[in-house]
């Protein structure tokens, strides 16, 4: 079955409202984006070191991973059901570090922070699949757009850290904005482009029985595909180291950004958590509707835009690493912008690659990175070098400032970046062909 089959009629009013229902979800579900929020009123509390702290922010991660049991019940739950247990997740994970970070019980054991954290996590992988799943299936025909709807404001939360600031509260009002109006940004896109792309066929390779370089017997590139036969692809490999290059660095900069701008001098490092937060907003919302642009106009593969978030990001950590004044504000910008580019960019590219039917599943096995990429450049890579450059503190935990604390960790994040940009290529090559029917089947 081809990625493009048409679903059974339903009602448009109801695919419309379940839209609206998924924003407003989503803009609850982003708490999991806020940990350097309060990373330090942690590290204080429970006199941690930086590298007990990063693996906190690992155990947060790894919530993700269990992500896989939401993968499994999207197919066997209703919506409402999936979006019931991570909700009732979420209030016991991130209700019990509240009570510990406003001290209105004593800091816990850190192996149960650990658990709480764990949870929390967990929690958005809930939502994130009962939401994504639901109205990529409904909206089989603009993908970029709806993922970018749909995930976009799973930053609402950690976007006005400090709705003190200036910035925060203009971004306060463009938030809500979108939120009252969630189908006004991509209605234009849809009307324009209805019923064009509509009549593509059930088969999109059907003229190709067997395409290059996959296995005789498993489904070609832009069929429905269960996990195993995905995974038997060059392309979910591709896929997913790229995906960690990109926003498993990203990741380990959001978890971390609490102590980096307090290593660099500042006292309130509120405004990079919103810089980052709005900036990767923008990012999700125009790179995702711009994407598909190019696929109707040139039959361009989302992958290169894949590729040049990684360049970007790559340039921004080398900014961060070289440490001038200033410099955290705009690597902040384009950190958030890149990390954004490559969460709107990878949900729908991977239903377009192996298809909507076990999606749930795949999305979840991807989203693996999430934990991966947090363990291998928060949990080791930023939480080691740190504390080889920082000092003990009387009665424990540690703390470093300048701009050596994290050089080293941007220089190692950057070239990371640049295989991720390698990757990005090479997947652009492997599904031209794929972009290119698309565009013709658009046009027909």
């Known amino acids: 079955m081809s990625i493009f089959h048409r679903p059974p009629p339903s009602s448009s009013a109801l695919k419309w409202l379940g839209l ?21 009123a942690l590290k204080s ?11 906190l922010s690992v155990a947060k991660d790894l919530g993700k991973a269990f992500g896989l049991l939401a993968g499994i019940a999207s197919d066997r739950l209703s919506t409402s059901l999936l979006l019931l247990i991570g909700s009732i997740e979420g209030l016991i994970g991130y ?10 019980i004593n800091p816990l054991p850190y192996w149960q922070m650990c658990i709480f954290l764990c949870m929390g996590g967990n929690s958005t992988t809930w939502m994130n699949t009962g939401v994504l799943v639901t109205c990529l299936r409904n909206f089989r025909r603009n ?83 269960t996990i195993v036969e995905a995974m038997k692809t060059v392309e979910f490999w591709i896929l997913f180291g790229s995906f960690l290059c990109g926003v498993g660095t990203g990741l380990a900069v959001m978890n971390n950004m609490g102590q980096i701008g307090l290593a660099l001098g500042y006292d309130d490092v509120s405004i990079f958590i919103s810089l980052m937060s709005i900036w990767g907003f923008f990012g999700r919302i125009l790179s995702g509707s711009v994407s598909e642009h190019f696929i109707r106009k040139d039959g361009m593969p989302r992958p290169l835009w894949n590729a040049a978030s990684q360049v970007l990001m790559a340039l921004g950590y080398i900014l961060l690493a070289i440490a001038m004044p200033g410099s955290l504000y705009i690597g902040s910008i384009i950190v958030g912008i890149c990390y954004g580019v490559r969460l709107a960019i990878t949900v729908p590219m991977a239903s377009e690659v192996f298809g909507l039917k076990n999606y749930g599943m795949i999305y979840n096995v991807l989203i693996l990175n999430l934990p991966l990429g947090s363990f291998l450049f928060s949990g080791l890579l930023a939480g080691i ?41 090479f997947l652009a090559s492997r599904t031209k062909r794929l972009y290119s029917k698309m565009r013709v089947l658009i046009k027909s």
């Open 20 to 40: 609206v229902t998924a924003v407003w979800v989503q803009s609850i579900s982003g708490n999991n984006y806020t940990f350097s929020n309060y990373s330090a």
């Open 45 to 55: 509390l429970m006199n941690l070191s930086q590298l007990q702290l990063n693996n």
């Open 95 to 104: 209700g019990a570090q509240w009570l510990v970070v406003s001290q209105k």
């Open 143 to 225: 993908r970029g757009t709806v993922s970018v709807i749909v995930a976009v404001t799973l930053l609402a939360f950690d976007s006005i850290p400090n709705p003190t600031s200036s910035i925060s509260r203009i971004f306060s009002i463009v938030l809500l904005i979108f939120l009252a109006s969630p189908l006004a940004i991509p209605l234009h896109s849809f009307l324009k482009n209805r019923g064009r792309s509509g009549e593509i066929a059930e088969a999109l390779l059907a003229d190709e029985s067997v395409a290059e370089g996959v296995v005789e017997g498993q489904p070609v590139i832009g069929e429905d595909h």
């Open 385 to 425: 070098l740190y504390d080889m450059e920082a000092t003990r503190r009387k009665g424990g935990g540690n703390s470093c400032v300048g701009g050596h604390c994290y050089r080293l960790v941007f220089v190692v994040m950057a070239c990371s970046c640049v295989i991720g940009f390698a990757m990005d290529l």
